[in-house]
């Protein structure tokens, strides 16, 4: 068999690719076959999810983070971000805004901000819980097992946090302040507290090479997350990575439609940083594979201060702009928006 032959083979019987075949999959030479695998994870998507394409709202409520990320803008290392906090009832009134625009479906995201003990998020969740008729996910980073059942506790049905490479040693380069090791085991004090799990990575890392992104695609498929997200990594000029090349669309677009075929039911994201670096970046996850989207809700006097990559779209729409926006865009694509609570319809394999 010739290595496209080869590589259709392996794909429609999810066998695990080698890193060869996948070193070719992310290489100039499989440009030609790129769309018919952007088709074949669609019709599996459709087959699958279906036409609906999930909203979640996204409210970044703080950008202090004491973490280090080499590649992230709103870093402890960037003395330059202007940083901002917001309080439990601010939270809320974002949320009630949202709302009523129909959103039912909510990620709240911030650095891991040492500003919030984990009785303050308990008490947010809790009170978000009690006022709204809301599906709540939490994107704050690191804590321990403890910190994580409380918020379970406190009401928070899901959790996002992205292993953002499988390789150990890439891992370390650019996160000083964490290791691999502890990243790995807050997945699976998630995943065996109960909630629905998000993880996902960044496409294009410095050192990263196709065979690593095979071995990615391994990994989150042994994870078995309800959720994947994945986005190209956007050089932040604050950074110590200001000069390094991003990822492309075209290699994002690749993983994007490699995890629809290996975990058919997962929730995939046509992500706000696939749409920065192209225009029709989301439109285009969502004929590849994606079901989520997931509009930024936050007030726009934050918008400017939380930018983890340079060029983030929407950053002068409000929430209701991007609603509009949203659908227009899916219902011109032959989609359904679907603002429910969003829990999956898990198959079994
Ligand atoms: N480019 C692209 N994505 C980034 N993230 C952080 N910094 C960048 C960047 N420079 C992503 C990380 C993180 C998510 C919230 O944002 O993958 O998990
Ligand atoms: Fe924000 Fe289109 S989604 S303007």
Redesign the pocket.
Known sequence: MNDVESIWHVLTTRAVLTPAQADFLFSEGFDPHREQLYAMADEVRRREVGDDVYLRGIVEFSNICRCH?A???ISALNADASRYRMTRDQIAETIEAAHRLGYRSFVL?SGEDPGYTVDDLCGIIGHLKDRFDVALTL?IGEWPREAYAAFKAAGADRFLL?I?TSDPALYARFHPHSTWERRHRCLMDLKELGYQVGS???VGLPGQDGASLGRDLEYLRALRPEMVGI??????PA?P?AAEK?GTLAACLTFLALLRLYLPDAFLPATT?MGSIDPQGRQKALRAGANVMMPNVSPMENRESYQ??PGKICLTDDAGACRKCVERMVTAMGRTLNTGHGHIRRKVF
Do not use: D
Request: hydrophobic fraction near 30%; proline fraction near 9%; glycine fraction near 18%.
């Open positions: 990320c590649y992230c803008g995201q994107s992205r953002e996902g990575i960044l986005g190209p990594f956007i050089p932040h950074t990575l991003g940083a983890l990559y």
